[in-house]
């Protein structure tokens, strides 16, 4: 799967959450935390956001591609 199909979601996640999901002192450690860890829960962070909506965002996110969206129709 192309990396832009998940791209508009991870934007959505920072644009809801307000910061985005990783943070670190250099470029290496915040691209580490993006292979190997999941984002924070966004409702932990907005707790107003739907749980539609973020249960409709975290698959985009996934680490694995094969449980990502396999199309933005999808």
């Known amino acids: 799967m192309p990396d ?3 791209e508009p979601e991870r934007r959505l996640y920072e644009l ?5 999901p990783f943070r670190g002192d250099n ?6 935390q993006h292979v ?3 984002p924070p829960d966004l ?5 107003d956001v739907s749980p539609r909506l973020a249960r409709a965002i ?7 591609p ?3 969206f396999p199309s933005m129709e999808a």
Do not use: I, N
Request: net charge neutral.
């Open 16 to 20: 809801l959450a307000g910061d985005v």
């Open 36 to 38: 190997t860890e999941r």
């Open 43 to 47: 409702r932990l962070q907005r707790p």
């Open 27 to 32: 470029l290496v450690v915040v691209a580490m």
């Open 66 to 68: 094969d449980r990502r």
């Open 58 to 64: 975290e698959p985009a996110l996934d680490k694995d």
């Open 4 to 6: 832009t199909v998940a």
